[in-house]
């Protein structure tokens, strides 16, 4: 809301009715312009009140000097008698004013956006942003902090700009004086000691530096925010009831798929539905209720994969006190699962913790879907379960050029060189869990593999392997038919990076580095598909046949 202050001009400032100009009207405005630096006959004593104002309005200042009164003492009485006369005439249009004819419009006149009235509006939006924004970082409490905290010993401020997401903390700037992993340590403990638990305080990379630091590393400046502004907030009612409903949507695309797992055994309309792209209606649901318990143990395995992903992002925070949020597992019929969207609910400690939590989910759900992969190969040239075994089109062995060549080398030549191939349910398991952890591995946004690059390489290095991953997408390089969907999925919901640690300096090591660009190197053989003349050279589905 803004306020209009009075718009003043160089010697009076009038508002008139809309009236024919007569020549009398312009004489009574003339001789009042020429009285009124010194004798204005509306802010005389004997003339109508300041409440009464209709149709002159008088901001003109008294007195311009010693060296004109003798030139306004004369124009005065020069127009003494006229000025009687105009302000007699002048109160009995005041009295008509009270009751305005109805072709006038009693609305005060618009003043035109330009000038003090206008200026003061947009400064009094700018004011209105801030209350509605997040609380800023009190000034005086900046005063305290800059004198008591920072100094020659620790850190020499020299600047200070606009920290945060809208501007609502503080970013010192200078030159740091140690250690800067001591020195943040003593910085953080003496802010708590000043003011309690009032403020978060962040070591970052300054930005806009002009070269690295002389001890080493790059320059370093200290942010500052409230916690209630930089920590994130609990998890409402309504986020616990999404959670479940899309808990319950992954368990039913996790039956769907198993059941689209039987085609073999599925009455000829189901199959019709699962195998032609132009089918839309879906089947009778009572003709798929006597699969739904052999769809069971794929189901299973799918939803297991997913759990121990979750399980082990939760191990990997539990040690650092880093909380998370509920997972939202995002369903689909294709993998059973997308996987499930982790929220941080604490700020992190440094870009280790953030390497480690973000690879302990991938690892872990890799891990067992590696091992039903495994198995299921096994049990699959076993002449023992054939009846468990399902048969499968052998062009889906294309979709991923490494696990291909892994069921290439179990199952030979002859089983994959076929229009079907029988395969065991753990190894549709297997294979959706190591595609679906693959596809969270994929270094861009806030998804576990973007994370791990951001805190490991740097913000910098996730842009450049974001823009190269959204090429690889668009291009159907990586994930196949699968890689349009995906990409919507990460360009909607996981696109943003994750927010810096309290310590976003301090390097990850070697060994981190070194296992990341190996995950990442796995992540492009599994989500990369095998063209046809490669897959027929290799042996990997009878591509002729389809």
Same mark, same amino acid.
């Given at each position: 809301?803004?306020?209009?202050?009075?718009?003043?001009?160089?010697?009076?400032?009038?508002?008139?009715?809309?009236?024919?100009?007569? &020549?009398?009207?312009?004489?009574?405005?003339?001789?009042?312009?020429?009285?009124?630096?010194?004798?204005?006959?509306?802010?005389?004593? &004997?003339?109508?009140?300041?409440?009464?104002?209709?149709?002159?309005?008088?901001?003109?200042?008294?007195?311009?000097?010693?060296?004109?009164?003798?030139?306004?003492?004369?124009?005065?009485?020069?127009? &003494?008698?006229?000025?009687?006369?105009?302000?007699?005439?002048?109160?009995?249009?005041?009295?008509?004013?009270? &009751?305005?004819?109805?072709?006038?419009?009693?609305?005060?006149?618009?003043?035109?956006?330009?000038?003090?009235?206008?200026?003061?509006?947009?400064?009094?939006?700018?004011?209105?942003?801030?209350?509605?924004?997040?609380?800023?970082?009190?000034?005086?409490?900046?005063?305290?902090?800059?004198?008591?905290?920072?100094?020659?010993?620790?850190?020499?401020?020299?600047?200070?700009?606009?920290?945060?997401?809208?501007?609502?903390?503080?970013?010192?700037?200078?030159?740091?004086?140690?250690?800067?992993?001591?020195?943040?340590?003593?910085?953080?403990?003496?802010?708590?000691?000043?003011?309690?638990?009032?403020?978060?305080?962040?070591?970052?990379?300054?930005?806009?530096?002009?070269?690295?630091?002389?001890?080493?590393?790059?320059?370093?400046?200290?942010?500052?925010?409230?916690?209630?502004?930089?920590?994130?907030?609990?998890?409402?009612?309504?986020?616990?009831?999404?959670?479940?409903?899309?808990?319950?949507?992954?368990?039913?695309?996790?039956?769907?798929?198993?059941?689209?797992?039987?085609?073999?055994?599925?009455?000829?309309?189901?199959?019709?539905?699962?195998?032609?792209?132009?089918?839309?209606?879906?089947?009778?649901?009572?003709?798929?209720?006597?699969?739904?318990?052999?769809?069971?143990?794929?189901?299973?395995?799918?939803?297991?994969?997913?759990?121990?992903?979750?399980?082990?992002?939760?191990?990997?925070?539990?040690?650092?006190?880093?909380?998370?949020?509920?997972?939202?597992?995002?369903?689909?019929?294709?993998?059973?699962?997308?996987?499930?969207?982790?929220?941080?609910?604490?700020?992190?400690?440094?870009?280790?913790?953030?390497?480690?939590?973000?690879?302990?989910?991938?690892?872990?759900?890799?891990?067992?879907?590696?091992?039903?992969?495994?198995?299921?190969?096994?049990?699959?040239?076993?002449?023992?379960?054939?009846?468990?075994?399902?048969?499968?089109?052998?062009?889906?062995?294309?979709?991923?050029?490494?696990?291909?060549?892994?069921?290439?080398?179990?199952?030979?030549?002859?089983?994959?060189?076929?229009?079907?191939?029988?395969?065991?349910?753990?190894?549709?398991?297997?294979?959706?869990?190591?595609?679906?952890?693959?596809?969270?591995?994929?270094?861009?946004?806030?998804?576990?593999?973007?994370?791990?690059?951001?805190?490991?390489?740097?913000?910098?290095?996730?842009?450049?392997?974001?823009?190269?991953?959204?090429?690889?997408?668009?291009?159907?390089?990586?994930?196949?038919?699968?890689?349009?969907?995906?990409?919507?999925?990460?360009?909607?919901?996981?696109?943003?990076?994750?927010?810096?640690?309290?310590?976003?300096?301090?390097?990850?090591?070697?060994?981190?580095?070194?296992?990341?660009?190996?995950?990442?190197?796995?992540?492009?053989?599994?989500?990369?598909?095998?063209?046809?003349?490669?897959?027929?050279?290799?042996?990997?589905?009878?591509?002729?046949?389809?």
């Amino acid at each position: 809301m803004g306020t209009l202050t009075s718009c003043s001009f160089s010697t009076a400032t009038t508002r008139f009715r809309s009236r024919p100009v007569g &020549n009398d009207f312009r004489r009574r405005v003339h001789l009042y312009n020429v009285a009124c630096k010194n004798l204005c006959f509306l802010c005389s004593k &004997n003339q109508v009140s300041s409440g009464s104002f209709g149709r002159f309005r008088c901001f003109s200042s008294i007195g311009n000097g010693d060296n004109n009164e003798e030139e306004e003492s004369s124009l005065v009485k020069d127009s &003494n008698s006229k000025t009687a006369t105009m302000a007699e005439e002048t109160k009995e249009e005041l009295d008509s004013d009270k &009751n305005p004819p109805a072709s006038v419009s009693s609305r005060p006149p618009t003043i035109s956006p330009i000038g003090p009235g206008y200026n003061n509006f947009q400064v009094d939006s700018f004011k209105l942003m801030e209350l509605l924004g997040p609380e800023k970082v009190d000034p005086a409490d900046v005063k305290i902090i800059k004198d008591k905290l920072f100094g020659y010993s620790t850190f020499w401020v020299t600047k200070e700009e606009p920290f945060g997401d809208l501007g609502e903390g503080i970013l010192f700037l200078g030159n740091l004086r140690g250690k800067r992993e001591e020195i943040f340590a003593n910085l953080q403990s003496q802010l708590t000691e000043i003011m309690g638990d009032k403020y978060n305080l962040f070591m970052i990379e300054e930005p806009n530096s002009d070269g690295p630091d002389p001890r080493g590393g790059p320059r370093v400046s200290f942010g500052m925010l409230r916690k209630e502004v930089s920590e994130p907030g609990p998890t409402t009612l309504w986020q616990y009831v999404i959670a479940l409903l899309l808990f319950l949507l992954t368990v039913g695309s996790s039956v769907e798929l198993g059941i689209a797992s039987q085609l073999n055994r599925l009455p000829p309309e189901v199959v019709k539905y699962f195998t032609d792209p132009d089918a839309i209606d879906p089947p009778d649901m009572e003709l798929l209720f006597p699969f739904v318990e052999s769809a069971l143990p794929l189901a299973y395995g799918v939803l297991g994969v997913q759990l121990f992903h979750e399980v082990g992002h939760f191990l990997a925070a539990f040690p650092k006190k880093v909380k998370l949020g509920i997972p939202y597992f995002i369903p689909n019929i294709t993998l059973g699962s997308f996987g499930a969207i982790t929220q941080f609910k604490s700020i992190l400690p440094d870009r280790k913790t953030k390497v480690d939590i973000s690879l302990a989910g991938p690892m872990a759900g890799a891990a067992l879907s590696c091992a039903m992969f495994s198995v299921g190969l096994l049990l699959s040239s076993n002449p023992d379960a054939a009846g468990d075994l399902v048969q499968v089109p052998s062009m889906l062995f294309q979709g991923s050029l490494l696990l291909g060549l892994i069921s290439r080398a179990t199952l030979g030549y002859a089983a994959m060189h076929a229009a079907t191939v029988p395969i065991h349910p753990l190894v549709i398991a297997g294979w959706c869990g190591l595609t679906t952890s693959a596809f969270n591995m994929l270094p861009v946004g806030c998804l576990d593999g973007g994370r791990a690059v951001q805190g490991a390489f740097g913000k910098g290095a996730l842009s450049g392997f974001g823009l190269t991953t959204y090429t690889l997408l668009g291009l159907g390089v990586l994930g196949g038919p699968l890689s349009l969907p995906w990409g919507l999925y990460v360009l909607i919901c996981q696109r943003s990076p994750e927010k810096p640690c309290l310590n976003d300096v301090t390097e990850v090591g070697t060994w981190r580095k070194t296992l990341l660009t190996v995950a990442i190197f796995l992540v492009v053989l599994t989500l990369l598909p095998v063209w046809d003349e490669l897959a027929e050279e290799l042996g990997i589905g009878l591509v002729t046949t389809f």
